[in-house]
């Protein structure tokens, strides 16, 4: 973890998102979990400025762990399928922890939540005092627009897309691929920002041709979180197995999959 959390802050990041999807936060168990956030946040002490935890698939809130594990008990596996269930069930959980922002992870590949963003921020503004916004891992843009006008922070999640997320208005980036390609997700922000679009295109597409990649190691091991930690290996901070039921990488798969990372350039982006 001292390795990991070096690797990421010498690569400028200055935040942290823990026990989300690509951390197997669902797959640990709550001691498991407790046992992650403390040590991250021992590890991370002055080179990270926050750390954020994310509870389930559908919430992420700040520090405030203890409490909201308790809340946590409350969860019940359902698909919302009403804006007002899910501002009311998230209402009670924000309110354990009312002095931190309260984020909504919106990630409806994992969760199958599709409910309207810009209607539910509304609602949740209204309702949830400690709102703080959306991290939104959807591809749907012109809902995320709404969400940003509706005067909220957006944190956008899909990598592949970060150019056409920070476009349209995310105010920044929550993603697996900053673990290991930071560097490239620092330059496409300043690119944008300053107007140099076809340079950006050109960062995206890195990101592109990585996802192309793991996606491929991806399917072959039953997950791309553990494509994602096959990637940390190459790059000398070993994750331990992903959970079962994704695989390791054969020693055959390890070295054709590092094969086609050098193929695309990755090792002279990191
Ligand atoms: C489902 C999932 O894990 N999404 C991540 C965060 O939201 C992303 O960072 C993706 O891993 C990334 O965009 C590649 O698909
Ligand atoms: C990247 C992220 O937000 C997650 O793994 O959940």
New binding site residues.
Partial sequence: MFKQCKLINIIISKYLAVN???GEGKSLTKEERKEVVEQWIKVSKKRILDVTIILTQLNICSHNYYILESVAKKLIFTRFCFTDALVHHFAEIAKSAPKLPFIY?H?P??TGVELNMEDFSYRAQKEIPNFGGV?F?SKDLPDMIGVVFSGVNVLF?????FVGGIAMGAHG??????NFMPKVYHKMLALIKQGSLPEAREEQMK?QRL?RV??KYGNLQGG??AA?KQIMSYMGVEMGPPRSPMRECTKEEKEKFKNELKAIGFFEWI
Wanted: aromatic share 12%; glycine share 18%.
């Fill in positions: 989300g999807t690509t992870y990630l590949i994992m991290k891992s999640g899909c990598d592949e897309q980036g929550v993603g697996s691929l900053y990101g996802c793991m996606y791309n979180v994602l």
